[in-house]
């Protein structure tokens, strides 16, 4: 319902800088965003395409039952099961995962609710120094001192628990932080209502918060899963490498990832191929992961709860 | 330029001046590339450096192992490949010139009570037919068995010369750098492994609870492997492919010279006697 | 960062004892094993660390000498990942904050695929940077390989992080720039990313620590030579690789690796202490 | 000014009887997911009257007052707006012009003072190189200028390079009005602009919002009755039906506040219904 007696005249003009026909800089710098946008977008397809090319050849040539039923891991001699690795990687991160969280979020809790700030913040500056320790010097101080240490509970002292204990170390400064944050951004009219009600600091932290911060706890569980599964030098180092399903925690075990790291130095082609299989089988679990972040966080219409 | 925004600015510039500044510094001596096991690597790295003194040459030593070495030569990746076991059958085209030579021994904990063992034992041991020491008139004590990554050179020698396959090992723990099976046998009572003796001694000079065992009658020491009464050894070599380069070649000879020999001494490995 | 949620001092009840208690050791615990981790380290290699192992070239494999060359790659490594990483995550962050809506298909995707790629393990990062870098493209085993796989693994928590930054930006000075007229660059280059200085150099900061810290993704692409480089097409070894191959290679390292250690820890302190500075600067 | 006015002498004929409105809005309505939150609402605005928007909470005035100047698209990024916008005779909506150069002709000033958290110059700075002024020899003057019209000019003189967030926030709002006029608005939209200011404070701004009509028409969204009472010339009266904002009634200030037409429009000034 236009009003007909009054023409669409052209744009009034400003003393804006053309860059040529109808071109703008805003339209340029449009274009190099969604340029920079797609390229992001593309990266996952490309790192996913190159490791699947990699691991084309085995799974062209070895049926994949095998890596599921062949008597033992020797590539050498062209056995490839990989079922010890696969369980490896399941245990030792779950278990890292286990130890860490409740953990992380006593640290959390502390630092928001307990702590004086003046020590929490002292506290949180501890963490991100930690979260930025290179992990090769997490693996090499279990191997010289918790190794030693489970070897005269149980011999051989690198097993499943070590890496568990060492990856819960490694994981705990990135979870307790993720935590941290979440129970930070809680609106304080939420916890000033809380003690209006007569609730204790408990209550109000672990029957209140943690409840409107859930998704963001199972959040933060689930990136410190997904770090541990991946991480490589810690587990190379304390895990014990041997590729045998585990029958205690004082076992040795090797995950998917040190089983790369051990091979590939003098892997040949076909056996190469079945390394970056591991790896592939590594990413579609990380991606598993991303996709029930994806869905606790950014479901639809429900907005973020935190 | 708004003053908030200046700082950061200041430090992409300076990154970006730095990188561009790198960039273009682009040299015309000849570059020579070394990619293989990491056992040589060490050695070469330091062979390298002293060859370069007064030469228009600049060299890269990489590691990856012997494998990726003759991968990477023959992909044209690098010019000299460095392995540290002999040539397959199946890599003929290629030649490999030997530098030095590395003993490769059964290495145990301290507490081991035994100091020799013979190749018979060895394979008792590392099949797991033998699993207590008791059964080799030790202690009531389990035996730990520490291998390396099936495939790495210096497990390929050590199997080779016990008659097995890699299957036929029962390893319970495995290392994947000689390092680190030092340091897991010594945290590791009763525990056997095998490493390149040179390795060993650096470790057991800095006190480290370890200990190398005698193969049969004849002690694991460097002498042994120089005057060839030690068996269990393997050659650390250079490989090139095809015509050398005049680098390359004055590369190779350098190595084998008796210039780098104290190098290689000090690495504790033993030199080639032209 | 905002740490808001403090609640003032007041006599706590019994459970709020117990509890306290319980986290207290938890707390403890926790502070006390990474206390020792840091003394370890530090006990160890301590007594090498002087100004002729900041300034000398590595001897007998690390052995010996000092770290120079390696201090230098590191520095290398670590420009071109945050000069790669830091403004295409902006550009990322930008677009999907200004030019697309949170719900929008696209949104979805930038998010699933960030997810993604922060969760896959850094060695698939490593194999990936070796194949596609250092073959496909030719690059070959050298410091650009190195950084640019480093900048693909901070891409995703970068941008992350930086579009949570700029959604927090008031809607004030959103409405106000706009209602001034300014166009979206005008508002990008002058409102947006000049009020989020601070929090953009502290996003900076954790993308450098985690490139600082990393090991996996460089073990087959940055290199292993521990020579001075000459350009970034030569290889270079990084601290991390130099911490790895002392402790897990080079017989009789131990020391040296928890030098090398000390030196790591050293500058990220270093790096982030110059962030804070930056972030206190702009703010003012 | 800024902006040249070569356009206008082009205009066609005027729409209505009345002369030569400034701005002129026709059967505006405006829906968001379906939902009309503005139904069919049409009005206009002569040269220097100031007309004010009243009506109870969420029956669409300050949507209807960010349709004006096209900041719906940054407000409420997914509705769609039907009806047309004439600023002095010429389309404004719907047309192809960027809905930023409009906004230096119909300037708004929102609830809560939003200047930037930079210094009061480049507050400043940043509006005039928003409308595209690129004579940067005359900022200063501009500057002077702006500030002395909103009182604030012998206050500030030499703060300018002081943080605006630090000014006070009746100062803060004054400056963010000065910096609204800039680039030579002939329209300027007012968001309940005192309702998060002090008494006093919003006093000085209410006396300047009646001084600023000697050049320009002004539009004000505002709860307060009283205030609508003493500065506007004409009011509209915005009501809600089954969820939709609509325009009950409009008339000369005097007439809605005292003799109104409608029943809710009575009620309403008369604090009856809320």
């Given at each position: 319902m236009t009003n007909p007696q009054v023409s669409a005249a052209p744009a009034l003009s400003r003393a804006h800088r053309p860059l040529g026909s109808g071109v703008t800089f805003d339209g340029v710098l449009r274009v190099a965003l969604a340029i920079a946008f797609g390229f992001a977008c593309i990266i996952v397809l490309v790192v996913a395409f190159v490791i699947l090319q990699g691991a084309a050849p085995a799974l062209a040539q070895i049926s994949w039952a095998r890596f599921l039923t062949d008597p033992d891991w020797h590539p050498m001699v062209e056995m490839y099961n990989m079922t010890p690795m696969l369980v490896g990687s399941v245990l030792t991160s779950i278990g890292a995962l286990v130890l860490a969280t409740p953990v992380s979020l006593a640290i959390a809790a502390a630092c928001n609710f307990y702590l004086n700030p003046l020590a929490a913040s002292i506290y949180r500056r501890i963490l991100f120094v930690m979260a930025a320790m290179p992990t090769v010097i997490f693996g090499f101080w279990g191997l010289t001192e918790v190794v030693p240490f489970l070897g005269q509970i149980k011999a051989p002292g690198v097993s499943l628990l070590a890496g568990v204990l060492i990856l819960a170390l490694m994981i705990i400064p990135t979870t307790a932080l993720l935590i941290d944050v979440a129970f930070s951004k809680l609106p304080r009219q939420l916890l000033n209502g809380a003690y209006a009600l007569g609730a204790s600091r408990a209550q109000t932290c672990f029957t209140m918060a943690c409840v409107v911060v859930r998704r963001a706890i199972f959040s933060a569980a689930l990136l410190g899963l997904g770090r541990a599964l991946g991480e490589t030098i810690v587990v190379v180092m304390v895990t014990g490498n041997k590729a045998a399903l585990p029958t205690s925690i004082f076992d040795p075990i090797r995950t998917l990832t040190a089983n790369v790291t051990l091979e590939i130095g003098y892997a040949a082609p076909l056996h190469t191929a079945t390394l970056f299989l591991s790896i592939l089988i590594l990413f579609m679990i990380a991606t598993g992961l991303a996709l029930l972040v994806y869905k606790l966080n950014f479901n639809d219409n429900t907005q973020v709860d935190v | 330029m708004t003053r908030p925004l200046r700082p950061l600015t200041t430090v992409f510039a300076i990154c970006l001046a730095f990188t561009f500044n790198a960039a273009n510094k682009a040299s015309a001596e000849e570059r020579l590339r070394l990619t293989g096991s990491s056992t040589v690597a060490p050695v070469m790295q330091e062979i390298t450096k002293m060859f370069e003194d007064g030469r228009d040459v600049r060299t890269f030593v990489e590691t990856g192992g012997s494998s990726k070495g003759i991968n990477d030569l023959r992909k044209g990746l690098s010019n000299v490949a460095m392995i540290s076991r002999a040539l397959a059958e199946s890599e003929t085209e290629l030649t490999a010139h030997t530098i030095a030579r590395d003993g490769?021994?059964?290495?145990?904990?301290?507490?081991?009570?035994?100091?020799?063992?013979?190749?018979?034992?060895?394979?008792?041991?590392?099949?797991?037919?033998?699993?207590?020491?008791?059964?080799?008139?030790?202690?009531?004590?389990?035996?730990?068995?520490?291998?390396?990554?099936?495939?790495?050179?210096?497990?390929?020698?050590?199997?080779?010369?016990?008659?097995?396959?890699?299957?036929?090992?029962?390893?319970?723990?495995?290392?994947?750098?000689?390092?680190?099976?030092?340091?897991?046998?010594?945290?590791?009572?009763?525990?056997?492994?095998?490493?390149?003796?040179?390795?060993?001694?650096?470790?057991?000079?800095?006190?480290?609870?370890?200990?190398l065992l005698a193969l049969g009658d004849v002690p694991a020491t460097l002498e042994n492997v120089a005057n060839g009464s030690y068996q269990a050894t393997r050659p650390l070599s250079l490989v090139t492919m095809g015509e050398m380069s005049a680098g390359v070649a004055d590369l190779i000879d350098f190595s084998k010279s008796a210039a780098v020999s104290e190098i290689i001494t000090d690495l504790s490995y033993t030199p080639v006697t032209q | 960062m905002g740490y808001g949620a403090r609640i003032t001092r007041e006599r706590m009840s019994g459970t709020d004892i117990i509890v306290y208690g319980i986290l207290l050791a938890a707390l403890a615990l926790v502070f006390l094993t990474y206390g020792k981790i840091v003394f370890d380290i530090v006990m160890k290699g301590i007594g090498f660390v002087d100004w002729g192992y900041l300034t000398e070239d590595p001897r007998m494999s690390g052995r010996a000498g000092g770290v120079f060359p390696i201090i230098v790659s590191t520095l290398w490594v670590l420009s071109i990942a945050v000069v790669v990483a830091v403004p295409i995550s902006l550009a990322i962050a930008i677009f999907v904050t200004e030019y697309l809506s949170p719900f929008s298909t696209l949104s979805r995707i930038f998010r699933l695929s960030m997810l993604i790629l922060a969760s896959v393990p850094s060695i698939a990062f490593g194999l990936f940077g070796a194949t596609f870098f250092a073959q496909y493209l030719g690059f070959g085993t050298s410091i650009l390989t190195g950084g640019l796989t480093l900048a693909i693994m901070v891409i995703p928590i970068c941008a992350f992080a930086f579009e949570e930054v700029f959604r927090l930006l008031p809607t004030g000075y959103r409405n106000g720039a706009f209602a001034l007229g300014a166009r979206k660059a005008r508002f990008i280059f002058f409102i947006l990313i000049p009020a989020s200085a601070t929090d953009i150099i502290t996003v900076v900061l954790l993308g450098t620590g985690r490139a600082l810290a990393e090991t996996a993704a460089l073990l087959f692409t940055s290199g292993y030579s521990d020579r001075m480089p000459e350009s970034i097409f030569d290889p270079g070894r990084v601290l991390s690789i130099h911490i790895y191959d002392l402790s897990m290679g080079i017989p009789g390292g131990d020391r040296m690796a928890s030098a090398s250690a000390i030196l790591l820890i050293g500058l990220f302190l270093i790096i982030s202490s110059v962030g804070i500075f930056f972030s206190r600067k702009a703010k003012t | 000014m800024l902006v040249e006015r070569t356009i206008t002498e082009q205009m066609s004929e005027p729409a209505t009887a009345r002369p030569d409105p400034a701005l002129q809005a026709n059967g505006i309505t405006v829906s968001l997911n379906g939902r009309k939150l503005l139904r069919d609402v049409s009005l206009s605005v002569q040269p220097n009257e100031i007309m004010a928007i009243i009506g109870p909470s969420g029956c669409g005035k300050t949507t209807f007052l960010t349709t004006l100047n096209r900041m719906i698209h940054h407000t409420l990024p997914a509705a769609t707006v039907?009806?047309?916008?004439?600023?002095?005779?010429?389309?404004?909506?719907?047309?192809?012009?960027?809905?930023?150069?409009?906004?230096?002709?119909?300037?708004?000033?929102?609830?809560?003072?939003?200047?930037?958290?930079?210094?009061?110059?480049?507050?400043?700075?940043?509006?005039?190189?928003?409308?595209?002024?690129?004579?940067?020899?005359?900022?200063?003057?501009?500057?002077?200028?702006?500030?002395?019209?909103?009182?604030?000019?012998?206050?500030?003189?030499?703060?300018?390079?002081?943080?605006?967030?630090?000014?006070?926030?009746?100062?803060?709002?004054?400056?963010?009005?000065?910096?609204?006029?800039?680039?030579?608005?002939?329209?300027?939209?007012?968001?309940?602009?005192?309702?998060?200011?002090?008494?006093?404070?919003?006093?000085?701004?209410?006396?300047?919002?009646?001084?600023?009509?000697?050049?320009?028409?002004?539009?004000?969204?505002?709860?307060?009755?009283?205030?609508?009472?003493?500065?506007?010339?004409?009011?509209?009266?915005?009501?809600?039906?089954?969820?939709?904002?609509?325009?009950?009634?409009?008339?000369?200030?005097?007439?809605?506040?005292?003799?109104?037409?409608?029943?809710?429009?009575?009620?309403?000034?008369?604090?009856?219904?809320?």
């Amino acid at each position: 319902m236009t009003n007909p007696q009054v023409s669409a005249a052209p744009a009034l003009s400003r003393a804006h800088r053309p860059l040529g026909s109808g071109v703008t800089f805003d339209g340029v710098l449009r274009v190099a965003l969604a340029i920079a946008f797609g390229f992001a977008c593309i990266i996952v397809l490309v790192v996913a395409f190159v490791i699947l090319q990699g691991a084309a050849p085995a799974l062209a040539q070895i049926s994949w039952a095998r890596f599921l039923t062949d008597p033992d891991w020797h590539p050498m001699v062209e056995m490839y099961n990989m079922t010890p690795m696969l369980v490896g990687s399941v245990l030792t991160s779950i278990g890292a995962l286990v130890l860490a969280t409740p953990v992380s979020l006593a640290i959390a809790a502390a630092c928001n609710f307990y702590l004086n700030p003046l020590a929490a913040s002292i506290y949180r500056r501890i963490l991100f120094v930690m979260a930025a320790m290179p992990t090769v010097i997490f693996g090499f101080w279990g191997l010289t001192e918790v190794v030693p240490f489970l070897g005269q509970i149980k011999a051989p002292g690198v097993s499943l628990l070590a890496g568990v204990l060492i990856l819960a170390l490694m994981i705990i400064p990135t979870t307790a932080l993720l935590i941290d944050v979440a129970f930070s951004k809680l609106p304080r009219q939420l916890l000033n209502g809380a003690y209006a009600l007569g609730a204790s600091r408990a209550q109000t932290c672990f029957t209140m918060a943690c409840v409107v911060v859930r998704r963001a706890i199972f959040s933060a569980a689930l990136l410190g899963l997904g770090r541990a599964l991946g991480e490589t030098i810690v587990v190379v180092m304390v895990t014990g490498n041997k590729a045998a399903l585990p029958t205690s925690i004082f076992d040795p075990i090797r995950t998917l990832t040190a089983n790369v790291t051990l091979e590939i130095g003098y892997a040949a082609p076909l056996h190469t191929a079945t390394l970056f299989l591991s790896i592939l089988i590594l990413f579609m679990i990380a991606t598993g992961l991303a996709l029930l972040v994806y869905k606790l966080n950014f479901n639809d219409n429900t907005q973020v709860d935190v | 330029m708004t003053r908030p925004l200046r700082p950061l600015t200041t430090v992409f510039a300076i990154c970006l001046a730095f990188t561009f500044n790198a960039a273009n510094k682009a040299s015309a001596e000849e570059r020579l590339r070394l990619t293989g096991s990491s056992t040589v690597a060490p050695v070469m790295q330091e062979i390298t450096k002293m060859f370069e003194d007064g030469r228009d040459v600049r060299t890269f030593v990489e590691t990856g192992g012997s494998s990726k070495g003759i991968n990477d030569l023959r992909k044209g990746l690098s010019n000299v490949a460095m392995i540290s076991r002999a040539l397959a059958e199946s890599e003929t085209e290629l030649t490999a010139h030997t530098i030095a030579r590395d003993g490769i021994a059964a290495l145990a904990h301290s507490d081991v009570p035994l100091d020799v063992l013979s190749p018979d034992q060895l394979r008792a041991i590392f099949t797991g037919t033998v699993d207590n020491w008791s059964e080799l008139g030790g202690p009531d004590q389990a035996v730990v068995v520490i291998s390396k990554g099936e495939g790495s050179a210096t497990s390929v020698v050590f199997n080779t010369f016990l008659g097995l396959t890699a299957d036929k090992i029962e390893g319970d723990i495995v290392a994947a750098e000689n390092a680190q099976m030092i340091k897991t046998v010594s945290v590791t009572p009763g525990s056997i492994g095998y490493v390149s003796i040179g390795a060993a001694i650096v470790d057991i000079e800095f006190g480290t609870p370890i200990k190398l065992l005698a193969l049969g009658d004849v002690p694991a020491t460097l002498e042994n492997v120089a005057n060839g009464s030690y068996q269990a050894t393997r050659p650390l070599s250079l490989v090139t492919m095809g015509e050398m380069s005049a680098g390359v070649a004055d590369l190779i000879d350098f190595s084998k010279s008796a210039a780098v020999s104290e190098i290689i001494t000090d690495l504790s490995y033993t030199p080639v006697t032209q | 960062m905002g740490y808001g949620a403090r609640i003032t001092r007041e006599r706590m009840s019994g459970t709020d004892i117990i509890v306290y208690g319980i986290l207290l050791a938890a707390l403890a615990l926790v502070f006390l094993t990474y206390g020792k981790i840091v003394f370890d380290i530090v006990m160890k290699g301590i007594g090498f660390v002087d100004w002729g192992y900041l300034t000398e070239d590595p001897r007998m494999s690390g052995r010996a000498g000092g770290v120079f060359p390696i201090i230098v790659s590191t520095l290398w490594v670590l420009s071109i990942a945050v000069v790669v990483a830091v403004p295409i995550s902006l550009a990322i962050a930008i677009f999907v904050t200004e030019y697309l809506s949170p719900f929008s298909t696209l949104s979805r995707i930038f998010r699933l695929s960030m997810l993604i790629l922060a969760s896959v393990p850094s060695i698939a990062f490593g194999l990936f940077g070796a194949t596609f870098f250092a073959q496909y493209l030719g690059f070959g085993t050298s410091i650009l390989t190195g950084g640019l796989t480093l900048a693909i693994m901070v891409i995703p928590i970068c941008a992350f992080a930086f579009e949570e930054v700029f959604r927090l930006l008031p809607t004030g000075y959103r409405n106000g720039a706009f209602a001034l007229g300014a166009r979206k660059a005008r508002f990008i280059f002058f409102i947006l990313i000049p009020a989020s200085a601070t929090d953009i150099i502290t996003v900076v900061l954790l993308g450098t620590g985690r490139a600082l810290a990393e090991t996996a993704a460089l073990l087959f692409t940055s290199g292993y030579s521990d020579r001075m480089p000459e350009s970034i097409f030569d290889p270079g070894r990084v601290l991390s690789i130099h911490i790895y191959d002392l402790s897990m290679g080079i017989p009789g390292g131990d020391r040296m690796a928890s030098a090398s250690a000390i030196l790591l820890i050293g500058l990220f302190l270093i790096i982030s202490s110059v962030g804070i500075f930056f972030s206190r600067k702009a703010k003012t | 000014m800024l902006v040249e006015r070569t356009i206008t002498e082009q205009m066609s004929e005027p729409a209505t009887a009345r002369p030569d409105p400034a701005l002129q809005a026709n059967g505006i309505t405006v829906s968001l997911n379906g939902r009309k939150l503005l139904r069919d609402v049409s009005l206009s605005v002569q040269p220097n009257e100031i007309m004010a928007i009243i009506g109870p909470s969420g029956c669409g005035k300050t949507t209807f007052l960010t349709t004006l100047n096209r900041m719906i698209h940054h407000t409420l990024p997914a509705a769609t707006v039907e009806g047309d916008i004439v600023l002095n005779g010429r389309r404004v909506f719907p047309s192809d012009e960027n809905p930023a150069d409009l906004r230096c002709r119909i300037a708004m000033i929102f609830q809560r003072p939003n200047p930037f958290p930079f210094s009061i110059r480049m507050n400043m700075e940043f509006a005039l190189k928003a409308a595209g002024d690129r004579d940067k020899a005359s900022y200063p003057d501009k500057i002077e200028k702006n500030l002395r019209a909103v009182n604030l000019w012998d206050a500030l003189k030499d703060r300018l390079n002081d943080t605006a967030t630090s000014l006070s926030g009746g100062e803060q709002q004054r400056l963010c009005i000065a910096r609204a006029l800039l680039s030579g608005p002939d329209v300027v939209l007012f968001d309940e602009p005192c309702s998060a200011l002090d008494p006093i404070s919003s006093t000085a701004v209410e006396e300047l919002i009646s001084e600023l009509k000697t050049e320009r028409s002004i539009v004000i969204v505002t709860h307060n009755l009283a205030q609508a009472a003493r500065i506007s010339d004409h009011c509209a009266f915005f009501f809600s039906e089954d969820g939709s904002g609509r325009l009950m009634e409009l008339g000369p200030t005097d007439q809605i506040m005292n003799h109104p037409r409608q029943e809710t429009t009575r009620a309403y000034v008369n604090g009856e219904v809320c």
